[in-house]
């Protein structure tokens, strides 16, 4: 994929071991150790490239891969020299989403190669170019591009160009409506995958692109097959930030699937995992993270994480939207969702569709029922008759589970209850087949009250207990319909949390477990002693050691120098895609290099203070706000082994950050035995 798979000569054969094993530490240390020694050669600079980039060093793998392209000019090797700057632009835009850069790269490519005869190093270049246009948004190039990619690659023998050329080629092609033919040739390129023909990352990269492709398309099976066998893939082959968008792909079918605890944990580790990686794109799996404390219930996380989405300049539509209306604004909400659906978000994204009708499809499902909730039902009709074309097209079963959902509802606003029930009992069977409890629960408890309003009270309460009993179930709040008929307050519930020696013993829902203690575990006994009382971090470090802790110290700078050095660097490469495309009278293009321009400036605004001075990323409170959060995550994460009632309460019930906090259910009171 990189230029040493162009055919360069043999280096080390220690650091080719270490890279095979995954080592990517080790393979790093030897190469920093030979080139204290010595200039490294273009093909030792390359893998230098591969083993910072396994290893979490960004900014280091791409100026290897600078200074591989420089070196192989200087040796009149401008094809290999081409290759390393294509491999620069590919990085690039997996991990950065900066185009401009991206477009600058491939332009350097393009002059290094001239009128040069075909090669490998065109089939990468393809490739490149076709997901840069493909996240821009700019179809007919992409297909172009791609089709071109697919020719040469199998011509050259370029396995990774072919195999993600086809999947663009399938990506476009459903965007555009073709659903069967473009499955069909995803179909094709998941062989370059199974067959072993890529190397581990090309097989992660295809992966991604086949379950972003399956979820795209509301396809929640296939997307869960393709996640399955991506999680057996990263055994020993993760490479980069791969494992984290693993991660992410993960959490979204967890919530999905009801298991909102173990979706939790795998954002969480996707966040901190892909930190060091995604910049704009960062604030997907922050996005996913919203998304599931919505789900909970979580509304203060669920907004912490939208709102830090948002802040690395993704959008987090339309969970923030649904989160204003779960808050109780609905004026806020409808207008948020009006404002997505009329200005789409131009942020180059390859995770989700970047253009067409289902990018469109979750906004109109939020609309919807943001609308009925505000009392425009001629707004909520319109969405639902967009989204009824979308799923017609489609034909996915849970765009149509979600679709006549939303018919139900306008239906039954409209007073149509008897035709609300048909579309309902749709929706309920839609959402069972798709393996969705919480959304079938949520279509069920519509169904409830519109056979209420047919006077059917029997039939209503029978589908409203089955929805709260699911909800129960899986943990997580049912909002709408209408109250459990439970008129009489909530007792508290003896519950116990106890410690002897080392070993805990926990009581909660009426089932009892004994686990080994760990430290989060007694920072949860903390919290729990302690309810609706927010705590320092320091103090709960404080009270496990027994100590004082002191502020002071820090987690060095906010972006190091060598990012810093990059970021300046690739302002550079934009203004001059800037130029490019005011001369080319490309407004498009230009809007888009100045919102790369407008972020870039705002991290590096970020990473100094006053007068210029570099900030640090942390004190004494990070540090500690760091240990306690992972610890907490970790206990709870074992605590779910044994006992997921109450990991589940926990994930509800525990706010984490410079301040922790125990907010107990005032559904479910409880008094500790600690």
Do not use: N
């Not at 082959?237 to 792909?249: E, K, L, S």
């Not at 996380?301 to 802040?311: D, F, H, K, P």
């Not at 050691?545 to 050095?565: F, H, I, K, N, S």
Request: some cysteine; overall charge negative; glycine content about 10%.
């Amino acid at each position: 994929m990189t230029a040493s798979g162009l055919g360069q000569a043999p280096v080390d054969g220690r650091v080719g071991a270490a890279l095979d094993r995954g080592d990517f530490p080790a393979a790093l240390g030897l190469l920093r150790e030979a080139e204290q020694q010595r200039p490294l050669t273009p093909a030792e600079l390359d893998l230098l490239g591969r083993s910072a980039y396994g290893a979490g060093q960004f900014e280091a793998a791409i100026s290897a891969w600078e200074q591989q392209s420089a070196a192989c000019h200087s040796l009149d090797d401008d094809v290999a020299a081409a290759a390393a700057a294509t491999t620069v632009a590919m990085f690039l835009m997996m991990d950065t989403g900066l185009m401009a850069p991206v477009r600058g790269w491939l332009a350097r490519a393009e002059r290094l190669l001239g009128d040069r005869p075909e090669s490998p190093t065109h089939a990468l270049l393809a490739m490149t170019h076709t997901y840069e246009r493909f996240m821009c948004g700019d179809a007919r190039a992409a297909a172009r591009w791609a089709e071109r990619a697919v020719d040469l690659g199998g011509r050259h023998d370029v396995p990774l160009a072919a195999a993600l050329g086809r999947v663009a080629t399938a990506r476009l092609m459903i965007l555009d409506g073709a659903v069967e033919p473009g499955l069909a040739l995803l179909d094709e390129a998941a062989v370059s995958v199974v067959s072993g023909e890529l190397d581990a990352l090309g097989a992660g990269m295809v992966y991604c692109e086949l379950i972003c492709a399956m979820q795209g398309l509301a396809q929640y099976d296939r997307a869960e097959q393709w996640t399955e066998a991506m999680e057996r893939w990263r055994v020993g082959h993760a490479y980069g930030g791969i494992i984290g968008r693993c991660r992410v792909h993960r959490a979204e079918i967890l919530r999905l699937r009801g298991a909102c605890s173990a979706a939790t944990e795998e954002a969480l580790e996707a966040c901190r995992e892909l930190r060091p990686w995604m910049r704009r794109e960062f604030g997907w799996p922050l996005t996913e993270l919203g998304a599931i404390r919505l789900r909970t219930g979580d509304l203060v996380g669920s907004e912490t994480a939208l709102i830090e989405a948002l802040a690395h300049g993704w959008d987090p539509q339309p969970w923030l939207a649904l989160l204003r209306l779960a808050q109780g604004q609905v004026g806020a909400a409808a207008a948020m969702i009006a404002d997505a659906l009329e200005h789409p978000s131009t942020v180059p994204s390859k995770e989700w569709p970047p253009l067409g009708a289902l990018r469109r499809a979750p906004l109109l499902v939020a609309q919807a029922e943001i609308c009925l909730a505000a009392g425009d039902v001629e707004t909520a009709r319109t969405a639902t008759g967009q989204l009824s074309g979308i799923a017609e097209t489609y034909r996915s079963r849970a765009l149509s589970a979600a679709t006549a959902l939303a018919r139900g509802r306008v239906l039954l606003a409209e007073g149509d209850a008897e035709a609300a029930v048909g579309e309902c009992e749709e929706a309920v069977a839609g959402w069972s087949d798709v393996g969705a409890p919480y959304e079938a629960a949520v279509a069920q408890l519509v169904l409830a009250e519109a056979e209420r309003l047919l006077g059917r009270t029997a039939r209503a309460d029978l589908h409203e207990g089955a929805a709260r009993a699911t909800a129960a179930r899986i943990g997580v709040p049912l909002a709408g319909g209408l109250p459990a008929p439970d008129p009489s307050p909530p007792t508290p519930s003896a519950c116990v949390f106890r410690r002897d020696g080392d070993i805990r013993t926990v009581a909660f829902a009426g089932r009892a477990v004994v686990l080994r203690d760990l430290k989060g575990m007694r920072y949860l006994a903390r919290l729990l002693a302690a309810p609706d009382r927010e705590l320092h971090v320091l103090d709960l470090v404080g009270g496990e050691t027994g100590e004082t802790a002191r502020p002071g110290g820090d987690l060095g700078p906010v972006v190091d120098g060598q990012a810093r050095a990059a970021y300046k660097r690739r302002l550079a490469e934009i203004d001059d895609d800037m130029a490019e495309a005011e001369a080319l009278g490309d407004d498009v293009r230009l809007a888009l290099a100045q919102a790369d321009r407008d972020y870039l400036l705002r991290e590096l605004a970020g990473a100094f203070g006053l007068g210029g001075r570099v900030r640090v990323a942390g004190s004494a409170s990070e540090r500690a706000r760091a240990s306690v959060s992972r610890s907490l995550r970790y206990a709870v994460c074992r605590i779910a082994e044994h006992h997921p009632p109450f990991a589940d309460h926990l994930v509800r019930t525990i706010r984490t950050g410079t301040y922790c906090c125990y907010v107990p259910d005032p559904r479910m009171p409880t008094s500790w035995e600690l």
